[in-house]
């Protein structure tokens, strides 16, 4: 008991430290505990968050804020459109035509599975058998799932309507009435908070970098990666390049998960040929480019951390908040780091946590 009490008051004699994990613990708490309900709430504070980079920009032009969240906001809802007219449309066909297409590409990887004993001898046909009889079991249950998914949509309809609504508007408000929410906010929070203070400004910009180097990140690698595949065409190339997108949300794993099916649908188009190889060199150089040029110019200020701490985080958040906790797995992470080198020690003791 000593040992702890001791360790205690090393750690927490400072009454901003104990305010700085006081907060922390409600955060997390009302994040843990009402997250679904105020998902639409989370989504919209990114959101803003993300779009509030421009206005801080156009603000250093002599701009009046009012309408420059004015006319951002109006360019969010215009892209907003553009995605579910212009790109959920193709988007959806494509996915349509590959579940079409599934049992063609499932027959064709079994008679190339059943040939492998004759070229492999290693590999036995009662592998392979065992093989196809697993693969069979998986898909019948993602078909079972997929069904069930689409028995209860009406539900998931409604869910994302109430969101078109409500997300635009929580957006604007949380624009336009910036600063009167955040002097509400700390209305509630103790005058003695340095500590809180510092430490959210250092994850503050961290975050900000890190969400819209993110967006800019997802957005340039699909783009690009829909003119390559284009070019070079593949089919599903819409779908594909979304993929590859969304992809980057997760380093390291991300790239290696979706090359699975990039190398899949250029293999049943092509088979091992050229057009395999150039597309593969092709989409190897993006996300080389990606990892090597791109990367580095988006993150500049962002805190670099380990890849171990990387991908310990990316498990532990996307455990904790699913796909938003994968998405801010980095700067989860860079919260914690800011937070051990922000907190207070005392001279004569504590080990240095950076």
Known sequence: MNLIKQWFQRYFSDPQAVVLAVLLVIGSSVVLLMGGMLAPVLASLVIAFLLEGIIHVMEGWGAPRTRVVILVFLSF???????????????WGQALELIRELPNYLSRGQAALLQLPQHYPVITEAQITDLLSLLQKEVTVQGQRILSLSL???????????????????VFFFLKDKQLIIRWITGFLPTERKLSTDVWRDVDVQLGNYVRGKFWEILIVGITTFIVFSLLG?????????LVGFSVVVPYIGAAVVTVPVALVAWFQWGWGADFAWLMVAYGIIQALDGNVLVPLLFSEVVNLHPVAIIVAILVFGGLWGFWGVFFAIPLATLVSAILVAWPRPANGGVDAT
């Open 234 to 242: 593949i089919k599903y190339a819409i779908l594909l390049s979304v």
């Open 77 to 91: 809802m215009a892209f907003i459109l553009f995605l579910l007219l212009g790109v959920v449309p193709l988007l």
């Open 152 to 170: 209860s949509s009406i539900p998931g309809v409604i869910t994302v309507l109430v969101y078109l609504i409500l997300v635009p508007l929580l």
